[in-house]
């Protein structure tokens, strides 16, 4: 337990964390791309051999997944102007929100529906990758459509996959897993949807029920993959391999930016907001929007105000040494994917200068963004894929942070600003049209 009145003194933002207060923190860590990757750990060559691996599964995941065909097997999404959300927002937020708004379709990721689609397959496929290697049964310049067949599936069905997760990820590792051939088991939390479980158990992925919230679940996944030597375990707190999954979203976003026109340079900044929970997927989208865009764009992490902790280990350096519990904070959310109490001690530390900020938002916010999207765009996302929404305001209201980044007013009119869509393409109608109709 930390002392929270010393830890307020020093800290005074923890105090609006601790009475659930929407906060916004610039960070004064933040540097240039050049000063800030060496900390990382990783660089653009672990970025793109994730490509490559990628692209040398891009056959198999055509042949396993038909919706995969129109990127030619790559899974990847939609790139969408919002003019009426954005004029919708403007009016709700009382104010000009100047440049133009995007949206990043991850909620509509083939495969899963979310943005684990990224990272979370990236892994799985990466280890089916190494097993197959190192049994001889396949090298790098085969077709690996040859994965479909029974001869891997059974192959692979001799080693098992665990995971733990708030749903998200336990989506994405269980179909993709269960489509090689491995065996699974997704250890959820208590705020798991019933829904999520039930989709996968109907693949056969075994799902293990927990009381408790992520980070025991996590805990339960990494006890059983301990006691069985051909388990293998996705860990979401600390896993590079599933960084640069998300990562290689970054010169994926940059062509598709290019084929549309849309410039990003000094004088036409780049904004992206990232819905946050333990880091790995906005943290490891972060570090490729570095790579590919330099100083130019600029990341801010969105997470719930009873959630923080991304904000909470960054803001005072404590990164997985603190949880928002230990400062009473509940960490219950209705934002799925985002109700996590201990950041990634690995992703704080290796990303913390190459983030611009972070802010919290009220669950009750993200609902109301929720339905003006769905009114004015008729795009439908789970909430926390909303938070993102919320960023365009408090940059461009933010005097002091603009100045420090040397964006005046004819470069903030050149700006893009994008909100990363996090999930909600899976999301079954019953549930989105409860979405809908919340009050708040
Ligand atoms: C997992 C998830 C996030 C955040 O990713 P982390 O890697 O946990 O930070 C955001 N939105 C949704 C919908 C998610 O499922």
Known sequence: MYCTKKLSAEFPLVQNLIDIQETVWFNHKATSLEQGLPYVGLTVSDVNDASQRLQRFSRFIAGAFPETRPYNGLIESELRPLPAMHK???????????????????????????????????????????????????????????????????????????????????????????????????????????????????????????????????????????????????????????????????????????????????????????????????????????????????????????????????????????????????NITAADGLAVGRASGFVGRAMERLLDGFYTLHDSEMYRLLQLLDQTEKIQLEPSALAGMAGPRHVVSSPEYLQQQQIDESRLKNATHLVWATGGGMVPEEEIQRYLNVQH
């Open 88 to 330: 919708a927002l403007e009016q709700y937020f009382g104010q000009k929100l100047p440049g133009r708004l995007l949206l990043k379709m991850d909620s509509h990721l083939p495969v899963s529906g979310s943005v684990k689609a990224r990272g979370g397959i990236y892994e799985v496929l990466k280890h089916a990758e190494q097993l197959a290697l190192s049994a001889g049964m396949l090298a790098y310049d085969d077709d690996y459509s040859q994965l479909l067949t029974d001869e891997f599936r059974q192959f692979f069905g001799r080693y098992q996959i665990a995971v733990g997760s708030t749903g998200n990820l336990g989506m994405s590792i269980g179909i993709i897993s269960a489509k090689l051939g491995f065996r699974v088991s997704v250890h959820m939390s208590a705020d798991a949807r019933e829904w999520k479980k039930n989709r996968l158990r109907s693949l056969g992925v075994e799902v293990v029920e927990h009381q408790d919230d992520y980070g025991k679940a996590v805990e339960q996944g990494r006890e059983q993959a301990e006691s069985d030597p051909n388990c293998f375990f996705i860990d979401d707190e600390n896993s590079r391999d599933l960084f640069l999954g998300y990562a290689v979203a970054g010169e994926r976003l940059k062509q598709q930016f290019d084929e549309q026109g849309i410039t990003v340079d000094e004088d036409h900044p780049l904004f992206v907001y990232l819905p946050c929970g333990v880091g790995g997927g906005p943290g490891g989208i972060a570090f490729g929007l570095k790579l590919a865009f330099g100083d130019h764009v600029h990341c801010i992490f969105a997470e719930p105000t009873h959630s923080p902790c991304m904000l909470l280990g960054v803001y005072t350096g404590l990164h997985d040494n603190i949880s928002v519990q230990e400062l009473g904070i509940d």
